[in-house]
């Protein structure tokens, strides 16, 4: 019978594996069980002659309410008073979407309304040109 190799499977620091798996395998991460955040998984491999192969995977887990923050932005250089909106909202799970609260409201760029003034100020110029060329030609 052929040996196999052997594979432990490691979350972040922990010296426990979570699993101790023979090659070829497929397994399940439950990241119910992580906090939200940064995480390692690692993977260590052990060939029947005994080397080691050793594989990280760095991932972030983000089972909690979604958080979306307005008006400010990371590493922002900021003074006075900063109005700030949060919203959270929970994804329901992978058989349920939760649509109550999903939406973050926003509020409307600064560029929308320059193009909305253009637009305006066109339309007038376009308005007293046309009415000028009617009122040469009758």
């Known amino acids: 019978m052929e040996e196999r190799s ?9 010296i426990q594996p979570i699993a101790e798996l023979v090659a070829p395998v497929n397994f399940e991460l439950d ?3 992580l ?3 940064k995480h ?4 260590v491999s052990k060939d029947p002659t005994g080397k080691e192969g050793v594989r990280l995977v760095p991932f972030e887990v983000r089972n909690g309410p979604a958080i979306a923050i307005e008006g400010i932005k990371e590493n922002a250089v900021v ?6 909106m949060v919203n959270a909202y ?3 799970d992978q058989k349920n979407f939760m649509i109550v609260g999903s939406e973050t409201p926003q509020s409307i760029p600064f560029w929308i309304f320059i193009l909305l003034i253009l637009f305006v100020a066109w339309a007038a110029y376009y308005h007293f040109t046309s009415s000028a060329v009617q009122l040469y030609t009758k």
């Not at 390692?40 to 993977?43: A, E, M, S, Y």
């Not at 003074?79 to 700030?84: A, E, F, L, T």
Request: avoid cysteine; aromatic fraction near 8%; proline fraction near 4%.
């Open 31 to 33: 990241t119910t069980k």
């Open 40 to 43: 390692i998984l690692k993977i």
């Open 79 to 84: 003074d006075g008073v900063i109005p700030i």
């Open 6 to 14: 052997k594979i432990y499977i490691f979350i972040d620091e922990d």
């Open 90 to 92: 929970g994804k329901g």
């Open 35 to 37: 906090i939200d955040g």
